[in-house]
């Protein structure tokens, strides 16, 4: 199995190293792709969050500040 995995399978072949490459070209983009959406959905998350907090707030109600 770790030999096929490695591109070994009777030898090597340039056609299945070449495919071996650019699959795990494409895994690195997927994966870098993933950690930039996980950053972008937690910043919208901690927006969204602040945002109800604000909402959550009046501001006619709240007693005012001490000077």
Do not use: C, F, W
């Amino acid at each position: 199995m770790a030999k096929a995995l490695l591109g070994y399978v009777g030898g090597s072949d340039p056609r299945l190293l070449a495919e071996m490459r650019r699959l795990q070209q494409r895994v690195q983009d997927l994966e870098s792709e993933l950690v930039r959406i996980q950053a972008e959905n937690e910043a919208l998350t901690a927006a969204a969050s602040h945002e109800r907090i604000m909402e959550s707030v009046d501001a006619h109600q709240a007693e005012p500040a001490l000077t």
